[in-house]
């Protein structure tokens, strides 16, 4: 927090922001082709498998491992065991990618509570200024001000009740 009232300063340099870019055009590069997107009604129908299922999954494919001859013939292990390969891969992946969404997403709520900070004090300024007068700021109070449709209600309700 370097500067007063403001949570967070962060800064991109041109080669960073381009690193970036590349590095999620990699991803998307590898990926294509090898994901799937579900539908809403297809994500809820298949969901994710909790922990305990997990353990489950991992338990069956150490005794398919120790006992193959119990694998029935129509079960194909094969696919199985590369299923089950690729989803520790992604696995893994995403919750490195978790980690970085995160990070991202808190550092973007700190810029967007600055920016709404720093717009409100301008906001504050240039209804004063329209106040006092000040050319040119009319129309701009004016035209701010329609973000905040209930607060001339709540101030013209006030008046009112003073003016009793």
Do not use: C, W
């Amino acid at each position: 927090m370097s500067v007063k009232g403001n949570l967070i300063s962060v800064e991109f340099s041109p080669a960073e922001l381009q690193e970036l870019d590349e590095s999620i055009a990699a991803i998307e590069r590898i990926i294509a082709g090898k994901t799937s997107n579900l539908s809403l009604e297809e994500r809820q129908q298949f969901g994710r498998i909790a922990e305990q299922n997990k353990l489950f999954v991992n338990k069956a494919k150490d005794y398919m491992e120790e006992y193959p001859q119990h694998i029935p013939p129509f079960l194909d292990k094969t696919e199985f065991d590369k299923d089950y390969e690729a989803r520790k891969i992604i696995e893994t992946r995403l919750m490195r990618l978790d980690g970085i969404v995160e990070q991202l997403s808190d550092t973007k709520i700190l810029l967007d509570n600055d920016n709404y900070s720093n717009a409100l004090t301008f906001y504050r300024n240039i209804r004063f200024l329209s106040g006092e007068d000040v050319p040119g700021t009319t129309n701009i109070a004016k035209d701010l001000a329609q973000f905040f449709p209930n607060s001339r209600k709540k101030t013209t309700k006030t008046e009112e009740n003073l003016d009793k």
